[in-house]
């Protein structure tokens, strides 16, 4: 497993998303799936809202996104400041047959990417 931190940028959430014209915001990872090459990637999250004119407006339940890993990356245009990067992760790889332990993670601040396809279960 591939632990990714990103370098923490400047600037807050509410300022993100208050810089953007029309977007999702998404919180909260609840499934995830990528390819054995770490190419093609998929992403289901808890809950989702419209943004709108640097607004948050209408609210979307299972959201997910998905794209190609290198685009992704490359589409980051924006990452919030120090105060808000925090380590998230989990205590297992999330691989089976047998369970498999392996500490996991990522750290942080709430980032923006740009044309990320996004849909909704």
Known sequence: MTNINLEPGEGTLAEIIGDTKDGIFMTTNQSWSIDDKRVNFQFGCEIAWRIKDGKLTELYKN?????????????????????????????????????QVARVGHGTSPARFRNVQVGVR
Not at 72 to 81: I, L, T
Request: glycine share 22%.
């Open 63 to 99: 959201p997910n996104y998905t794209g190609i890993t290198t685009e992704f990356w490359g589409s980051c245009d924006a990452v919030g400041g120090r105060e808000d990067w925090h380590v998230w992760g989990t205590p297992n790889c999330g691989k089976g047959q047998p369970g």
